[in-house]
């Protein structure tokens, strides 16, 4: 069993060797389960558009519910991190993804139902985010918080790995019920993890270094950087739901647009483990390598539009880019967003959470409207515009925190946020 680490005293500087697995384990656990609802429902598309007499449009609209109940609970639910501890968040949070996950399994019977489902599992996501964003600032060490990122926002590729394991496994061999239920109980197996977290620690972690005590909330570079957020995601979001189905609707077998769908999470797991270590051992520029992943992606979406039935080498590829650099960089942007605010953390995250979870929402709900109009390939187009709006964006946005910083005189952050030359 995976020990926990004691939390540094207030005042502590943990060497950067003082972190291992345990000490980021709660926080993957708790990212993986509250990802898992939404997933598994875009991993079972195809099953559940038969089960329901659904088609594409409402699969995007349950996206969107997803989104919407976040975006609307993010701001709002950060204090709550604040007053309880974030480790009692996670804790919560987790516990309760298991629950409406089998709940799925055992007790929806029309798409309506799911909807409901969707939208409480969107509360809890956008509870869980800025509690783990706060766990890992307080108690991973500055040296190798960039990796505990990296590693955090890697549960999200897995949780997508998971779903898409779970269709030939199980979805194609004994309905998509079974595969909700498998998936509840490993949730709330992970639930262990925070709840050994939330009765091991007592202090309330480190508080940032003391160059950093008067850095405020920058409200336009937040309020810019939340827009790119919201850009990115808008295009990331399809590929959860709407990969398989469009590999089916090239002519791939279903598990095989399941197999694409799986090496596409292991390429986006493992672009933030990568872009994790990188930012430790770099220390600066981080926005502008997020820009240039996002680059990248609108190249991968580009991709998925071209792809049909004759070039279904074309989907795996696109599908491994789109995931890798057009899903890859959410650990480095939210590290990024932490550092330069270590004073408000949570506020911060959940500023930008709420727009990646608008985006969420515009992402499938525009999606499935002109997949159900124009076919799949117009719709993965439109990802690719979104991607390279996004990466203009958060140049922008890069821009005017610089200018923000350098009024304040916060000469460390300016130097941090420009690229090394």
Request: net charge positive; charged share 10%; with cysteine.
């Amino acid at each position: 069993m995976v020990s926990l680490p004691s939390p540094p005293k207030r005042g502590d500087s943990p060497s950067p060797e003082s972190i291992h697995l345990g000490a980021v384990l709660p926080a993957v656990a708790t990212a993986t389960s509250a990802s898992l609802p939404v997933f598994l429902v875009g991993a079972s598309s195809v099953q559940l558009m038969a089960a329901f007499h659904i088609g594409p449009a409402t699969i995007g609209l349950l996206g969107a519910l997803y989104s919407a109940a976040g975006a609307t609970a993010s701001i709002p639910l950060s204090r709550l991190t604040n007053r309880l501890g974030p480790s009692l968040v996670m804790a919560a949070a987790n516990v309760s993804a298991a629950a409406l996950i089998g709940l799925v399994a055992v007790g929806v019977g029309a798409a309506w139902q799911l909807g409901v489902v969707l939208l409480a599992a969107g509360v809890v996501s956008a509870t869980a985010q800025p509690a783990i964003n706060v766990y890992l600032s307080r108690f991973i060490p500055r040296a190798r918080q960039g990796t505990a990122f990296g590693v955090k926002q890697a549960s999200v590729p897995t949780a997508t790995l998971l779903a898409g394991a779970l269709v030939p496994l199980v979805v194609l061999n004994f309905g998509w019920r079974w595969a909700f239920a498998t998936a509840a109980v490993g949730a709330a197996l992970l639930a262990v993890l925070p709840l050994r977290l939330a009765r091991s620690t007592r202090s309330p972690g480190r508080p940032p270094p003391h160059h950093l005590q008067g850095t405020p909330i920058q409200s336009k570079p937040l309020f810019l950087l939340a827009l790119a957020f919201g850009l990115g995601i808008a295009a990331a979001s399809c590929l959860g739901t709407f990969l398989i189905p469009s590999g089916v609707a090239a002519g791939l077998p279903k598990a095989s647009a399941a197999d694409a769908a799986i090496a596409a999470s292991i390429s986006s797991l493992t672009a933030r483990l990568a872009l994790g270590v990188h930012a430790d051992h770099s220390g600066r520029g981080h926005l502008k390598v997020v820009a240039g992943m996002l680059v990248a992606g609108s190249v991968g979406f580009s991709l998925l539009a071209v792809a049909g039935g004759q070039v279904k080498d074309l989907l795996f590829m696109g599908a491994i880019l789109s995931y890798g650099a057009g899903w890859g960089w959410n650990g480095l942007f939210n590290y990024a967003v932490v550092k330069y605010h270590p004073l408000a953390a949570a506020k911060a995250t959940a500023v930008t959470q709420a727009g990646g979870r608008l985006g969420g929402i515009a992402g499938p709900l525009v999606f499935g409207a002109i997949a159900a109009d124009r076919g799949y390939g117009a719709a993965w187009f439109g990802c690719a515009i979104a991607a390279l709006a996004a990466a203009a964006m958060m140049l922008a946005g890069r821009r005017a925190l610089v200018g923000a910083l350098e009024a304040d005189k916060d000469d460390d952050l300016v130097e941090e946020l420009a690229f090394p030359s």
